[in-house]
């Protein structure tokens, strides 16, 4: 008698394999991009669902915490579309630009593409972008730099249905913010995979919002990723906002590449999601590049929260600063994964790190990670990380000028959370983000 043998793959990598198969036929893009699409698939295929013998996924078991894969979304009609944008809008009253991306499909009529071509800022979709058969329109399918082989971005390359393509010019000034929102709108649980780029040219300035957001109580899934490069003395702030629903599972990517002389302000904003994961890959090319990396990560109930980021000094005179704040509560688990990389070459580099958190219950964990890697002889570099309760005796000061507890408790975690978000210098911009963290600290008061 013989006994077939036990599959090695969990359901969940056999069902998004069939997904795959019955979606390459349809799926954008010129016969060079097929075959793209055919390498990333077999990478993640090679690779499986990340789990905790993975180094850069130790705290993120994707094989454990991802139970099912959800059909791929169709594209929504126009009536669910604006009814999700009109109750999900997390920028309430910000003027800017909005490009919408509604279950993995660019949406033209909630988008104001004329608007932003209108300042010379050119607008592509990645269907459109991906019918062309040119060598730099496949490398928008590329691995971000820094990554290795990493099977979560290989899956996104291969399932792609949309996204973006920004262009701002050499030597432009976009006058508004410009958003790039991703909205679920099913009310059954689906996937969805985008994909974005946006190159910043020498000498020009914009800043860029991601909006992530979806319904309470679905189990909807999304892999988005984002491309950025700054050219040389241009300036890039970009504001990472993830709102999704409480049951939702997101996976975003974002990568940078600055180059000589250039800026990028990266701001994270996290509350929401059942199990999300931030990843972030940042190379400082050129000399005297700049970067600064802020983050406000707020984690209640029972959601799973990972931020991962990879800062590549690879060139001299470079500077970086990374700044974490964390809140867990309730049940919540959550990381922060960080690791500067100065090359031998990256002499003069001056990068700081630090990842402060407070744990609000006895329930609720969070691990700390942050690393240095160098190479170099000639450099300032540092990192630290605290773990802890609020100041008990803040809290009574506070208390014995009558103020009631829980609100003395939501002051201070106001105060701890906000810092991130002066290092914008965008006062309009951080103004419009605070209601988010008033929110969530609502919530935590309850």
Not at 13 to 25: G, H, I, S, T
Not at 101 to 107: E, K, L, R, S, Y
Not at 167 to 178: D, E, L, M, Y
Request: charged share 20%; hydrophobic share 45%.
């Amino acid at each position: 008698m013989s006994v077939a043998p036990r599959s090695l793959k969990t359901e969940p990598e056999l069902a998004l394999a069939e997904q795959y198969r019955a979606a390459r036929a349809i799926l954008p893009g010129s016969t060079a991009v097929a075959r793209k699409r055919d390498e990333a698939f077999a990478v993640f295929e090679g690779l499986g669902l990340p789990h905790r013998r993975v180094e850069a996924w130790k705290y993120t078991d994707l094989r454990a915490l991802m139970r099912v894969a959800v059909p791929v979304a169709d594209p929504p009609g126009a009536v669910a579309v604006s009814a999700s944008l009109a109750g999900a809008d997390a920028l309430a009253g910000l003027d800017r630009h909005r490009l919408v991306i509604a279950d993995g499909h660019f949406q033209e009529g909630e988008s104001s593409r004329e608007a932003l071509r209108a300042e010379g800022v050119e607008v592509a979709t990645l269907a459109d972008f991906l019918a062309v058969d040119h060598p730099r329109v496949l490398a928008i399918l590329d691995t971000p730099a820094g990554a290795g082989e990493d099977a979560m971005t290989a899956l996104n390359a291969a399932m792609a249905t949309d996204g973006v393509v920004v262009i701002v010019p050499a030597g432009v000034t976009v006058s508004k913010p410009i958003e790039i929102i991703h909205v679920s709108t099913t009310a059954e649980a689906t996937a969805s995979y985008a994909r974005s780029a946006v190159q910043i040219g020498a000498g020009a300035t914009a800043t860029l919002v991601v909006t992530r957001t979806g319904p309470l109580g679905i189990g909807y899934q999304a892999n988005t990723v984002l491309g950025l490069s700054v050219g040389e003395g241009g300036r890039a702030t970009v504001v990472d906002i993830a709102a999704d629903g409480d049951r939702s599972q997101h996976l975003a990517t974002f990568s940078a590449r600055i180059a000589a002389g250039a800026t990028l302000d990266h701001l994270a904003v996290r509350a929401g999601a059942g199990l999300s994961r931030l990843q972030g890959f940042v190379s400082l090319e050129g000399e005297g590049a700049k970067l600064t990396a802020s983050g406000a990560n707020m984690l209640g109930a029972k959601a799973h929260g990972d931020v991962a980021l990879l800062i590549d000094h690879a060139a001299p005179a470079a500077t970086s600063r990374i700044l974490y704040r964390n809140v867990a509560k309730d049940q919540a688990v959550g990381s922060f994964e960080g690791r500067i990389l100065v090359q031998q070459v990256a002499q003069k580099t001056d990068g700081r790190m630090m990842t402060n958190t407070l744990i609000l219950s006895d329930d609720a964990e969070f691990a700390a990670k942050p690393e240095l890697e160098i190479y170099a002889d000639d450099v300032q570099c540092g990192h630290g990380a605290t773990t802890g309760q609020l100041d008990g005796t803040a809290v009574f000061y506070l208390q014995s000028r009558g103020v009631p507890r829980p609100e003395a408790e939501a002051l201070l975690l106001r105060a701890f959370l906000a810092e991130p978000l002066e290092t914008l210098g965008d006062a309009a911009l951080a103004e419009a983000l605070g209601p988010i963290l008033d929110a969530w600290l609502a919530g935590a008061a309850d």
